[in-house]
């Protein structure tokens, strides 16, 4: 399969089967997302792989409540369906309805949990050191001491490890697709986090980025069939100079 293909063909699946597709090939999954690229070459991304009876406990503590704040979306979706606005009484069960039919996870997936731990505390000797060479080198009309301090230390450095997790994050589902695997990203475990930490025994420092299901796609699964049959993506903005 090209890279093209994968890029394009990709879709998110909520429907598995209870297959599991064994430890040895998820660890080949997230040996390949390793490639990632990454700022600084950092790597900074860990994962804690939950396997299918580790993930189904995940799921029943955590995912029908990560869709409350969805619910709003899923009324407007329901009502664009419909035609216009519906009825209050029937608002909730159709919502409820929707979400247990598309929405909910089914079958036995792993679980990737992707997490990084934030940078340590620069050395303040070596901040110095750097920024003497780089005045040396790059001269100071770059201001390269000041950018120098400002990635390796600080809120910039720890935006960059997590913005580059998310890259590894794509790569997982890239190498899952490009094996047969189906993946599917949930966002929504994030507004749990320090719960979900002390769960499964994740320091508490780490900071997680997002929660991979991976596993083999149920082929007869209608919700998987209309992810790929409807699949679109909007134009993307982009200002040209």
């Known amino acids: 399969m090209s890279t093209l293909a994968l890029l394009r063909e990709r879709r998110s699946v909520r429907h598995f089967t209870a297959a599991d597709p064994g430890r040895e090939r998820v660890a080949e999954v997230i040996e390949d997302a390793a490639w990632a690229p990454s ?14 009876r580790e993930c189904a406990g995940l799921r ?38 929707r979400i247990e039919a598309d929405g909910l996870v089914r079958g036995a997936p792993w679980a990737l949990v992707v ?17 003497a060479w780089t005045r040396v080198a790059l001269d ?22 997590r913005d580059s997790c998310v890259g590894f994050v794509l790569s997982l589902c890239l190498a899952a697709h490009a094996r047969g695997l189906g993946t599917c990203i949930q966002y929504g475990y994030l507004a749990f986090e320090d719960e979900l930490k002390e769960t499964f025994g994740i320091d ?17 699964s209608p919700v998987n069939a209309a992810a790929i ?9 982009v200002v040209w100079r």
């Open 39 to 52: 700022g600084g070459n950092e790597q900074p991304w860990e994962v804690m792989a939950l396997s299918p």
């Open 60 to 97: 029943e503590r955590f995912e029908q409540r990560t869709w409350a704040g969805r619910v709003p979306k899923v009324r407007t979706l329901l009502e664009a369906a419909a035609g216009g606005p519906l009825p209050m009484a029937e608002v909730g069960p159709r919502i409820h309805a």
């Open 115 to 131: 997490h990084t731990r934030p940078p340590a505390p620069p050395d303040p000797a070596v901040l110095a050191e750097a920024g």
């Open 140 to 161: 100071s009309r770059w201001h390269a001491p000041a950018s120098v301090t400002a990635f390796v230390s600080g809120p910039l450095n720890a935006r960059v490890r």
């Open 204 to 220: 508490p420092q780490q900071s997680l980025v997002a929660v991979v299901l991976l596993g083999w796609p149920d082929p007869e």
């Open 229 to 237: 049959e409807g699949a679109r993506r909007r134009p993307v903005p």
